[in-house]
Protein backbone atom coordinates (compact mmCIF):
# COMPACT_ATOMS: atom_id res chain seq x y z
CA UNK A 1 0.00 0.00 0.00
CA UNK A 2 1.10 3.41 -1.02
CA UNK A 3 1.69 5.75 1.51
CA UNK A 4 -1.22 8.17 -0.11
CA UNK A 5 -3.05 4.89 0.03
CA UNK A 6 -2.58 4.74 4.33
CA UNK A 7 -5.23 6.42 6.28
CA UNK A 8 -2.71 7.56 8.95
CA UNK A 9 -0.14 9.09 6.70
CA UNK A 10 -3.05 11.13 5.30
CA UNK A 11 -4.41 12.07 8.82
CA UNK A 12 -0.57 13.21 9.16
CA UNK A 13 -0.75 14.87 6.16
CA UNK A 14 -3.65 16.44 6.32
CA UNK A 15 -2.93 18.10 9.75
CA UNK A 16 1.01 19.28 8.52
CA UNK A 17 -1.48 21.15 5.89
CA UNK A 18 -3.72 22.59 7.86
CA UNK A 19 -0.94 23.97 10.79
CA UNK A 20 0.89 25.47 7.68
CA UNK A 21 -1.87 27.24 6.38
CA UNK A 22 -2.88 28.07 9.76
CA UNK A 23 0.76 29.43 10.57
CA UNK A 24 0.35 31.52 7.12
CA UNK A 25 -2.53 32.78 7.83
CA UNK A 26 -1.70 33.91 11.33
CA UNK A 27 1.30 35.23 9.20
CA UNK A 28 -0.44 37.17 7.20
CA UNK A 29 -3.05 38.64 9.21
CA UNK A 30 -0.06 39.97 11.37
CA UNK A 31 1.19 41.22 8.46
CA UNK A 32 -1.54 43.34 7.25
CA UNK A 33 -2.17 44.57 11.08
CA UNK A 34 1.83 45.66 10.70
CA UNK A 35 1.26 47.44 6.94
CA UNK A 36 -1.58 49.59 8.21
CA UNK A 37 -0.50 50.69 11.05
CA UNK A 38 3.16 51.62 9.49
CA UNK A 39 1.28 53.30 6.78
CA UNK A 40 -0.94 55.49 9.05
CA UNK A 41 1.27 55.87 11.91
CA UNK A 42 4.62 56.05 9.70
CA UNK A 43 3.88 57.07 6.17
CA UNK A 44 5.50 53.49 5.73
CA UNK A 45 4.53 50.68 3.35
CA UNK A 46 5.37 47.16 4.56
CA UNK A 47 5.99 45.11 1.49
CA UNK A 48 9.73 43.77 3.35
CA UNK A 49 7.27 42.86 5.94
CA UNK A 50 5.26 41.20 3.75
CA UNK A 51 7.97 39.08 2.15
CA UNK A 52 9.31 38.11 5.43
CA UNK A 53 5.59 37.01 6.74
CA UNK A 54 5.43 35.13 3.42
CA UNK A 55 8.67 33.45 3.71
CA UNK A 56 8.13 32.91 7.55
CA UNK A 57 4.89 30.84 6.24
CA UNK A 58 6.00 28.95 3.37
CA UNK A 59 8.87 27.65 5.92
CA UNK A 60 6.81 26.65 8.80
CA UNK A 61 4.51 24.55 5.98
CA UNK A 62 7.69 23.29 4.52
CA UNK A 63 9.02 22.02 8.14
CA UNK A 64 5.45 20.39 9.21
CA UNK A 65 5.49 18.66 5.98
CA UNK A 66 9.16 16.87 6.71
CA UNK A 67 8.18 16.24 10.15
CA UNK A 68 5.14 14.74 8.91
CA UNK A 69 7.38 12.74 6.51
CA UNK A 70 8.97 11.11 9.52
CA UNK A 71 5.91 9.19 10.42
CA UNK A 72 5.24 8.08 7.29
CA UNK A 73 6.29 4.33 6.65
CA UNK A 74 8.21 3.79 3.55
CA UNK A 75 7.73 0.56 1.52
CA UNK A 76 9.85 -0.22 -1.46
CA UNK A 77 7.73 -1.01 -4.46
CA UNK A 78 8.98 -4.34 -5.29
Known amino acids: ?6 P ?3 GLIGLSLLLGGALAFLGLR ?4 DHWIAVF ?5 GWITA ?12 AALV ?3 FFVKRRSLS
Do not use: E, H
Open 1 to 6: MSALGN
Open 8 to 10: RSM
Open 30 to 33: TLFL
Open 41 to 45: MFGAT
Open 51 to 62: AVYGLIGIILAG
Open 67 to 69: LAS
